[in-house]
């Protein structure tokens, strides 16, 4: 997934949508980030990064679609507070669904109602962890049988 997409469905899960709010989490103005929306300005390095920095539960990489180092821990941040992992865990798993072979993440998508373009809401993905767990259970087993 590319940065502009990444963007969107970070402030759409994280900020409902509200880019004025993520804005303002950011430090950033509510125009710079649309542009970056838009398309109009790239979200370049020093840009992921400083997001990277700022919003508790992401990691240096995520905007390069770099994999979560520790996913099941939360980051030290500036004010000294451990943030924490029910939001590192789900863009975690978001990460990973968005990097499903497009017609297994089509299939995924499709079984729980959900347009296969559109990014995961929070609540939906303990449940489609859940299915791809069983999913991956069932495989496992069919492939032992066949040994």
Same mark, same amino acid.
């Given at each position: 997934?590319?940065?502009?997409?990444?963007?969107?469905?970070?402030?759409?899960?994280?900020?409902?949508?509200?880019?004025?709010? #993520?804005?303002?989490?950011?430090?950033?103005? &509510?125009? +710079?980030?649309? %542009?970056?929306?838009? !398309?109009?300005?790239? $979200?370049? /390095?020093?840009?992921?990064?400083?997001?990277?920095?700022?919003?508790?539960?992401?990691?240096?990489?995520? #905007?390069?679609?770099?994999?979560?180092?520790? &996913?099941? +821990?939360?980051? %030290?941040?500036?004010? !000294?507070?451990?943030? $924490?992992? /029910?939001?590192?865990?789900?863009?975690?798993?978001?990460?990973?669904?968005?990097?499903?072979?497009?017609?297994?993440?089509?299939?995924?998508?499709?079984?729980?109602?959900?347009?296969?373009?559109?990014?995961?809401?929070?609540?939906?993905?303990?449940?489609?962890?859940?299915?791809?767990?069983?999913?991956?259970?069932?495989?496992?087993?069919?492939?032992?049988?066949?040994?």
């Amino acid at each position: 997934m590319d940065r502009r997409k990444l963007l969107k469905a970070l402030i759409d899960q994280r900020y409902g949508g509200n880019v004025a709010a #993520f804005a303002r989490a950011i430090k950033k103005s &509510p125009s +710079q980030v649309h %542009q970056w929306l838009s !398309g109009h300005r790239n $979200l370049g /390095d020093a840009g992921a990064r400083h997001i990277e920095k700022t919003i508790p539960g992401l990691w240096q990489g995520y #905007f390069d679609g770099d994999p979560n180092p520790n &996913p099941t +821990q939360g980051r %030290q941040h500036e004010d !000294g507070a451990q943030h $924490l992992d /029910d939001n590192a865990r789900y863009l975690e798993l978001a990460r990973q669904i968005e990097q499903l072979p497009p017609e297994i993440r089509t299939v995924v998508m499709i079984s729980i109602g959900r347009d296969p373009d559109e990014p995961l809401p929070k609540q939906m993905t303990e449940s489609i962890r859940r299915m791809l767990d069983s999913l991956a259970d069932l495989v496992r087993q069919e492939h032992n049988r066949a040994d």
